[in-house]
């Protein structure tokens, strides 16, 4: 008898310490992954589907924060115009990223959205002023070599794709400025309370900007919109906090990889989205360089897009 509730125990160690942070961090991709099929479903402009995905998350990070015994006042004034400040910055991230969603196909829109890696690693080499060393080279090769069938397939395509591709990549040149400019605030506030405070930075830049592009802001459907908040701030942030603690950056490297997969299969599905095999060849090398981006940047760490 006590052998059998030993056994169990066990089992359930393992389930937990094991399979549930995998099946978390495989989870918390896929739900990102669909962030970018939402933004095309809703029937507002993309800017406004970006103010509600982050409007209406906010109440619920700020419970999470709260819920953790993470701080949402009473932080310095220098961390709150770091936060404000990089809040800012995230709102034109998603806001060029949700543009290019509309121009270009899903897998680029994620695989270029997601470059915040390869670009933090790059502006390592820049602020140390040093040269890449025999680990980094082959990352930025395949980034460039990648980025390079890529870019051409969408220009190729139709000339808005491009334009499309290029959104995407300032959205993660901005997320990597994002991620630089809360290094410091990370430290003293938790991963919720951070999303929280900047998230009210971010919605107003996302509603003047939408305002601005004379985007329609209230829609009709808001099932996309709250499927969106949900899943890319809620349900895949939250995956993802849980499950990187577990990880080395290899293997999250390598979960990645799960949204520009799955981020084709649903542009094939409802878009009629399809890629030759010279666009897996282009998505293979900017892939295995964000991989290898993960593994040889150094801190902090980026964590996969919200």
């Known amino acids: ?17 094991r399979i549930l942070p995998m099946a978390a961090l495989l989870g918390g991709n896929v739900a990102l992954a669909l962030g970018p099929w939402l933004v095309r479903l809703s029937d507002t402009g993309p800017v406004a589907a970006g103010f509600w995905r982050v409007a209406l998350a906010l109440p619920f990070l700020a419970l999470l924060a709260l819920a953790n015994s993470q701080r949402l006042a009473g932080v310095s004034r220098r961390t709150t115009l770091a936060v404000l400040l990089g809040g800012a910055l995230f709102g034109f991230d998603i806001a060029s990223w949700h543009i290019g969603i509309g121009q270009t196909r899903l897998a680029n829109s994620v695989l270029f959205g997601n470059s915040g890696s390869l670009i ?21 090769l395949a980034a460039l070599g990648g980025s390079a069938i890529l870019l051409g397939r969408s220009l190729e395509i139709d000339q808005s794709n491009f334009v499309g591709d290029l959104f995407c990549l300032l959205a993660g040149v901005l997320y990597a400025g994002y991620l630089l400019i809360l290094q410091d605030a990370r430290q003293g506030l938790g991963s919720w309370s951070l999303l929280a405070l900047s998230g009210l930075s971010s919605a107003a830049v996302l509603l003047v900007t939408a305002l601005a592009l004379g985007e329609r802001i209230v829609p009709g459907d808001w099932t996309p919109l709250i499927l969106l908040a949900l899943g890319s701030q809620i ?16 293997v999250i490297g390598i979960a990645l990889l799960t949204q520009p997969a799955v981020a084709a299969l649903v542009g094939w599905w409802a878009f009629g989205e399809t890629l030759v095999p010279l666009d897996y060849l282009g998505i293979a090398m900017v892939g295995s360089a964000l991989v290898l981006a993960r593994v040889v940047a150094p801190p902090p760490r980026p964590r996969a897009r919200p």
């Open 1 to 17: 008898m006590w052998l059998e509730a030993c056994a169990v125990s066990t089992q359930r160690l393992a389930f937990r310490d």
């Open 120 to 140: 933090l690693m790059v502006w390592g080499f820049v602020a140390l002023r040093t040269l890449p060393g025999g680990r980094e080279w082959p990352a930025i």
């Open 235 to 250: 349900v895949g942030q939250g995956l993802l906090v849980y499950a990187l603690r577990h990880f080395p950056a290899l």
